[in-house]
Nanobody
Framework: VQLQAFGGGLVQAGASLRLSCVVS????????MGWFRQAPGKEREFVAA????????YYADSVKDRFTISRDNAKNSVYLQMFSLKPEDTAVYYC????????????????????WGQGTEVTVSS
């Protein structure tokens, strides 16, 4: 299974950006999907997750009401729409796939995800 994230870039505070992640090697409907981010000098942190069928989403408090995670299983893709970006959103963003889609909860830690993309960099200037 391979994940490829793209869509990052340099934007000004207040702008919007949409990240995409394409899964290959196996159909994405086998996985709950998540987005994480890692700022320079910091640990990788949870951003958002979505259930394998799109039926449930969960967000970190820091991005709730600004970011929206969605997926299109027909396109083997998951997305992260980011609005009202802040300088503190600057990070490398990673998409990840979780094999365990049977439980009621969505994973929020890196250990719960089995496959990772290479990351796409988002820089928000003030």
């Amino acid at each position: 299974v391979q994940l490829q994230a793209f869509g990052g870039g340099l934007v000004q505070a207040g702008a919007s950006l949409r990240l995409s992640c394409v899964v290959s090697g196996r159909t994405i409907s086998n996985y709950n999907m998540g987005w994480f981010r890692q700022a320079p000098g910091k640990e990788r942190e949870f951003v958002a997750a979505i259930r394998w069928n799109g039926g449930r989403t969960y967000y970190a408090d820091s991005v709730k009401d600004r970011f929206t995670i969605s997926r299109d299983n027909a396109k083997n893709s998951v997305y992260l729409q980011m609005f009202s970006l802040k300088p503190e959103d600057t990070a490398v963003y990673y998409c990840a796939a979780d094999n365990n889609r049977s439980g009621p909860l969505l994973g929020t830690t890196t250990l719960e995800y089995d496959y990772w993309g290479q990351g796409t960099e988002v820089t928000v200037s003030s």
